[in-house]
């Protein structure tokens, strides 16, 4: 029995809520751990004793009965706020309610340790007016997390009341102040039975974690998090310090520690302060590229003559350039396929990692149902990226050996100011929103952690998105962590003139190099992962500094994924050359049919046990999945691709592919790629409370991806199309003079 007291000690630990006063405390130990000042100044406040059996409902009666008898309301605006006005009426009563409330629930104490002296001032007025039931009091400590059920079923992110504390305008000034706490809790490892419970509250590790951890985009799955609510007065380094003084408290001689750790940012007051100019100036320029699209669908709709530069901006034109469903000449039909189930895929597994974010009242049992093998398909979200690489090799090869082979020469400047029109103006524009407007459109416990703090990190580094280099500066420092891949391509694509020219001019040479080249990669990929033990595979109990590092020394640089790319400038070489009706032999069809799909299923099926449970890591594992499986992935793609574009197979998959109405979401995929992490994320930093995990209502949220959906049409019609036509427009211009000088020197 004794032992078992001793074990339940971890479930106490998070008792946030338990001031350090004598009357809080119920054991002698405890009151041996408290200060003879500090038990002599609370004893002063709570004089009155009394054998009267607690009741709540009594009280609820007597105020109910004052009510009737005054005819007045609990109406703030009728009441005054800074004190209880029926404790005069009501005295010993209100004393005795109070003292057993705060008996069975303590208040947690903003004064206890080495504070401010207007927090402890502050404090004492907090704890005077709770004793009188004052409304105010009240509402800071209901606001504050309480010990709840479900600790061992992995319920231990507590939130509190968000919009209560924030509300709260007490008496002498103070303000409600909301706190959210990171805790640490680790326990001696030769306690079985406490190594037991602390797996099970920590939900079996799905993911590890310390304090240190930045957790603006990747998810401190095991640390709890514990909202107090506080005087503002109090600065986040005296709630820091309160919750760990009270928590060595109650954890001395125990086989618990607890690490405390309370950021700035995570502590929120209601503010007045005006919405900043840059806030509005950048408002009033999305209302004005509003304005200027029904402007110019107007003037297109009612023929009146007018710049083509303004048509370009015309909803009504733009509209139909997204559902039409007319292929261009020369295009690869399943390429369109391709885009819209990597970017499907690449949809749910994003989604799947801005859910741990949030606190579930089942979340032992959410990691439970989610170390399954069949979990690989949310875990592998490194590989949907590979294909969009390849694609990207692919056409930029297909693009250029046609205007070399119809021009003999190639205008790299132009290419480059064409890829830059391309892709700049979408990005700046999400860029914009989600660093200067975003911020200011909602609130919630974690909306500094996921909004305000990456915004902070997009006003400081900005710069560097738009020079495509953000991604060699860390992860945990990138503006827009999710476009890295848009520095990796065009980093790839600064270099593709050389391997294309090479490839073209000297065909073998050509092809010697870049395949050493992707061999290089793939080694690269292999050594890299195996000795600095990164894991590309988000496997159970991944670390969090591990899915950082892999994402710095990997993930995020173009030599690691090299590989993939140059396959892509090979098909496109490839898909020039080949006729139409190039014919494969039979023999030759089946088996790259059967081998891409085998590396395919080794790629996608073979790292399933690593999303086990128990799975435990192992560095080979790691390392032959991030070195062979963007080859195995992307093979079924190539092969489907160049099979379908000679005509040699009309299988399912392959119409799949060329279906025509992914037409249509390639022309959204690159609105889609960008839009999906704000919105997943202010979704994220609104929640307020903890809910039930259920797997299919949560993972496939059709309200989030409608707002997708919506985003990316607004997104392409409003910004992307309008900049595409305009580049358009330019190159046609520029390759007028050209053209007339041509035809004047042949005459």
């Not at 007319?326 to 970017?343: F, K, M, P, S, Y």
């Not at 749910?348 to 690989?376: C, D």
């Not at 990456?454 to 580094?461: G, L, P, S, V």
Request: hydrophobic share 40%; proline share 4%.
């Amino acid at each position: 029995m004794r032992t078992f007291a001793r074990a339940w000690t971890i479930l106490l630990v998070m008792k946030l809520s338990y001031a350090g006063k004598p009357v809080d405390v119920l054991t002698s130990s405890s009151l041996n751990a408290l200060e003879d000042e500090e038990i002599l100044r609370v004893l002063s406040r709570n004089e009155s004793t009394s054998a009267n059996n607690f009741t709540l409902v009594g009280l609820i009666d007597n105020w109910r009965n004052h009510t009737t008898q005054t005819e007045a309301t609990w109406r703030t605006k009728e009441l005054d706020v800074r004190t209880n006005p029926f404790y005069n009426d009501f005295p010993e009563q209100i004393d005795r309610e109070a003292r057993r409330l705060l008996q069975v629930l303590p208040a947690f104490d903003p004064s206890v340790g080495r504070v401010s002296g207007e927090c402890k001032r502050h404090a004492d007025i907090f704890h005077r007016e709770l004793a009188k039931f004052t409304l105010w009091a009240l509402k800071m400590y209901d606001a504050t997390a309480k010990i709840p059920s479900g600790l061992l079923n992995g319920n231990i992110n507590q939130f509190g009341d968000f919009d209560e504390c924030v509300g709260i305008e007490g008496s002498d000034g103070i303000q409600g102040q909301y706190c959210l706490a990171y805790l640490q809790l680790t326990v001696d490892e030769s306690r079985l039975d406490l190594r037991h419970l602390h797996r099970l509250v920590h939900s079996h590790y799905a993911f590890r974690s310390n304090v240190t951890d930045s957790g603006h985009r990747v998810p401190r799955f095991n640390i709890v998090n514990w909202a107090v609510c506080t005087p503002a007065s109090c600065s986040f380094k005296d709630v820091e310090t309160s919750i760990r003084e009270i928590l060595t408290r109650y954890t001395s001689q125990t086989g618990v520690k607890v690490t405390v750790k309370v950021n700035k940012e995570m502590c929120q007051v209601k503010t007045k302060e005006p919405v900043p100019k840059e806030t509005i100036f950048v408002s009033l320029l999305f209302i004005a590229i509003s304005v200027l699209t029904i402007v110019a669908a107007l003037c297109d709709h009612y023929k009146i003559p007018t710049s083509e530069l303004l048509l370009s901006f015309s909803l009504k034109r733009n509209f139909k350039k997204l559902i039409s469903l007319e292929r261009r000449q020369n295009d690869i039909a399943t390429l369109h396929g391709i885009r819209a189930i990597n970017a499907l895929m690449l949809l749910l597994a994003h989604k799947s990692m801005a859910l741990f974010f949030n606190p579930y009242a089942n979340r032992t049992e959410m990691s439970e149902y989610l170390g399954k093998p069949w979990t690989v398909i949310g875990r592998a979200a490194s590989l949907y990226t590979d294909p969009f690489i390849m694609l990207s090799g692919l056409l930029t090869s297909y693009s250029f050996i046609g205007k070399l082979k119809k021009t003999g020469n190639l205008d790299i400047k132009d290419e480059y100011i064409s890829r830059l029109i391309r892709i700049v103006p979408p990005l700046a524009t999400l860029i914009l929103l989600c660093t200067y407007v975003i911020p200011y459109t909602g609130s919630g416990p974690q909306w500094n952690l996921v909004i305000t703090e990456h915004a902070n990190i997009c006003k400081r580094t900005w710069w560097r998105n738009f020079l495509f280099i953000h991604n060699y500066f860390g992860f945990e420092s990138m503006c827009l962590t999710h476009t890295h891949h848009l520095g990796i391509d065009t980093q790839l694509f600064i270099l593709s003139p050389l391997m294309v020219l090479l490839l073209y001019k000297k065909p073998k040479i050509g092809t010697i190099v870049l395949t050493m080249c992707a061999l290089f990669s793939t080694a690269l990929r292999y050594f890299v992962t195996y000795y600095r033990e990164l894991s590309n595979y988000v496997f159970f109990g991944t670390s969090i500094k591990q899915l950082f590092d892999t994402a710095d020394f990997s993930y995020t640089l173009p030599s690691h994924r090299l590989t993939v790319y140059i396959i892509g400038i090979f098909m496109g070489y490839l898909l020039r050359y080949l006729p139409k009706d190039y014919k494969m032999n039979k023999m030759v069809l089946y088996t790259g049919w059967i081998l891409c799909t085998f590396m395919c299923c080794c790629a996608f099926f073979g790292p399933a046990r690593m999303g086990s449970i128990n799975y435990i890591y192992n560095p080979i594992d790691a390392a032959m999945y991030n070195a062979f499986a963007p080859i195995g992935w992307c093979s079924i793609f190539a092969w489907a691709t160049v099979t379908y574009h000679t005509g040699n197979t009309s299988d399912w998959f392959s119409r799949l592919l060329a279906w025509k109405g992914f037409l249509v979401t390639t022309r959204l995929s690159y609105a889609i790629y960008l839009t999906q992490f704000p919105i997943y994320f202010y979704n994220v930093g609104r929640t307020r409370s903890a809910g039930h995990f259920a797997f299919f209502s949560m993972q496939f949220d059709l309200h989030e991806f409608l707002w997708i959906f919506i985003l990316s049409i607004v997104l392409t019609l409003l910004v992307d199309t309008p900049f595409q036509n305009i580049k358009s427009y330019l190159m046609k211009k520029s390759s007028l003079p050209e053209t007339t000088t041509k035809s004047l020197k042949q005459q």
